[in-house]
Every structure is written in C-alpha cells, then in structure tokens.
C-alpha cells in the first residue's frame, strides 16, 4: 500500500523530493499457526435497563469517552486492537493519578505500542500482550486480537468499532464537534452501556484472554516488534455533511443486549440475523471478501432475505481503496457481489467519501431500522473465525434511528463508483504546508 514516508529527522530538515518516496507498510503477519481456545457456548441475552449512549468517530467518541474515563473512580480495563493516540494515554495517565486501577490488553504490533505498554506499567498499570499471531510466545489463539472493548468500575460497557489511534478516535473536546476547529477522522460507531451484568461478562472474556497469555511459559518480557514507518495522506477537503453528538438513550423497559463474539458465536447468530430481515439492511464496513467462504454464507443470507422480501432495501458503504494495486481486486469483488448477490455499485454498494472522512472503518450493521450491531468484525474469514472480536446485539429502535441517521448521512456523499486512489496519497508540498494526516496500519490492514 503507497503512501507518503515522513522521515523521523522531520519536515523542517527535510528536501520535498526526499518526501516523495513510496513504501509499502508490512504488518506483523497474522497466518501463524493457532491453538484452539475454549469457545463460549450459549451465549445468552443481558437485559439492560439503565443508560445507552451511542457515538460516532470522528464527531463524539472522544468526549463521551472523556466523560467515562473522567468519571472512573476504580478501574478501567481495556481490551484493545490498536492504542497510538497520545490523548488516550494521557487519559488513562489521568485516571491512574487519582487512583483508578488500570488493566490494558493490547495486540502490540509496533514500538510505539511497546513503549506505551511499558510506560504504563511502571506507572502501576497491569499490562499484557494480546494472545495473537503478533505476539512472539510460542502459542497464539487469534490471528489478531482485534477487539476494542473498555469496562469501567464494573458498571460501563464500552464496545465500538474503533481503535485508539488519532483517526479512530480524533480528538474533538467538544461533543459533536467544532466545525470551526474540527479533526477529521474514519467513520466508526460505538455504545457505552451501563450494566453491571454486561460488563461481568465481557470482564470475563477479557479476563480470560489475559490468563491466556499470562499462563505461556516465558511471557514476562515483552517483545520489540520492528517500527512502522509513519504514513500520511492529504487532510479530507470537507466537514461530514452532519456532525452527530453523542446521545444518552434510557429505555422504558429492559433491553436484551447479546454479545456477539469471534470466533464463538458470529457466524451462529449474523446470518440467522441477516436472513430474518423484512424492510432494510443498512451496513458500514471497512471491506467485504465475497469470495471468501464465511463471508458468502453473510453474503447468501442477505440474498435469502432479498427473495423473500423483493423490496428490501440492502445498502452498503464500504471503506476507501488504499493502493491502486487494490482496484482490480475491487472489481473482481464488486462483479462477484452483483453476478451472485444481486448487489449492485451505486444502488446497493458505495464507497465512503474521502472528501469528508479518511477512512470507513465502522463494522455496524442495521436491521429493520430497529435491530443494531455494534462491533469490530470486518467481513473477512479471518475476522469472523480467527480473530478475537467483539460486539453487541440488540433490538432499540431509538437507538437504531441514531445509527441509521449518520448511515444515511454518509450515504448521501458515498461514491456511487469504485475510488480510484492517487499515486502517491499526499504530494510533498501538501506535507509541507501541513495539511495531511498520519495514518496509522492498523486502521487499513485486512483482519
């Protein structure tokens, strides 16, 4: 994948053309060779009854994430794919100097990464590499632990599509944004939950993960994993066409919230979910691998939903193109979708647009325009059977309307043909005049 390399002497010291250099970014691989770990069986609805707040990156996932964090008096503990944001570090930082025990799980893939887990530690923080392909011990379970979960004092579930880094996560203060002082970012949607039942059980999950990699003989030390080259690409030209506040929901009765999980029980309950369907089915994903075998039974579900309701209403919006070696695979895919699924590019299929987001890295689906979830899986194999991912299923219509709002609002800009990305993704002199953004690996690599 092309970008632009920002040496490390940075840009003051640094000629134009020396920036006009492209590389391709190579990640840990994910294909090593996977224990099986105990799946969880009959995974149960968790009535909810007290508060829901749902957000969205780039406009509100930062405040109402501050509001939790700020308002932590025990601990927090976070299960998480990628954690690169400086902002989010200072955030646990704080929350441990007033004396909120810190636990943090982390797929750590990066020396920034390394050196964030061992800051925290020193600072009194439990710190423990995620169990997956990117770990060096000599057993893994995932091929990524790509999760972004976050419990607080026993009583907030957090569960949302994106990571702390600078894109997932931009540093908007004000909930909802300031146009005037907006960050751009990816499109990604999240939920906080208040339950003390809810966040048992993910505490549970990742809990358990932990002891994973704790029991592997030898992991006291944490590995180096070899330094990523800093990326960037041109700023996006505009503001989303509507920015989105957070939104606090309080049910009148209790709502069943099921945790859905890779690799334990998504490919149980996505396609019963997606085949039920009767008026719409709304999805935002980062890409979809029709010709990958789990993703053609999402993919046939969807199809069987269609030719029992022939006017259902099935839109998607994917994620930007990062290479051009990308588009003739893209192709390929979007004929494969239309030849055996009958989604077609512009009525059923677009592109998000670059002009105002820098990236689609949500994974949220809507059924109905009642039934949500909110998750980290992408629709690739790897992300629906060897992953670990999480998310929440539930039937809110309130909360449903939430989400489809800024579905249709991104819906509206989306690219009705397939993105052509440039050559080089920022020209140096863009670099210069510091209107680009970094982009972190983890918010592009396919999991």
Partial sequence: MPFIVLPKSGLKTVRA??????????????????????????????????????????????????????????KILIGIYDFTATYMKELVVNAMNRGVKVSLMLDVDNQDEEK????????????????????????????SSHEKVIVIDDQWCIVQSGNYSNNSIPFNEKDGGDPAH????????????????LSKFYTKVLRADMKLEMNIEAAQALVVQPQLPELFEAVPELLPKQLFPSKTFTPRKPIEVKPILSPDNYMDDIPKLLAAAKTSILIENQYIRSSQPLIAKLLEAIRTAKANNPKLDVRIILGKLFSQSDVPKEKANVANMKKLYKLSLGTNIRYIDTKR???????????DGKTVLVSSQNWSDSAVSKNREAGVLMTYPDIAAYYTKIF????????????????????????????????????????
């Fill in 408 to 447: 249709e609002s991104d819906w509206s800009t989306a690219s009705k043909t397939i993105p052509i990305p440039d050559k080089n993704v920022a020209a140096p002199e863009t670099l210069l005049t510091g209107r680009f953004v970094k982009v972190v690996p983890a918010d592009y690599e396919e999991v």
């Fill in 182 to 197: 907006f960050i751009t970012g990816n499109r990604d949607m999240g939920i906080a939950i208040k339950s003390a039942a």
């Fill in 17 to 74: 053309e020396a920036l006009a250099v492209v590389v391709t970014a190579e990640m840990v691989p994910r294909n090593c060779h996977l224990t099986a770990p105990d799946l969880l069986t009959k995974i149960k609805a968790i009535p909810c009854s007290d508060q829901f707040i749902a957000f969205a990156s780039p406009d509100s996932t930062y405040a109402a994430t501050r509001r939790l964090f700020d308002a932590a008096k025990k």
């Fill in 357 to 367: 987001f820098v990236h689609c890295h949500n994974k949220t689906i809507i059924i």
């Fill in 116 to 143: 964030l887990m061992k800051d925290l530690a020193k600072l009194g923080a439990q710190t423990v590499n995620a169990p997956s392909c990117a770990n060096k011990q000599p057993i893994h379970y995932f091929a």
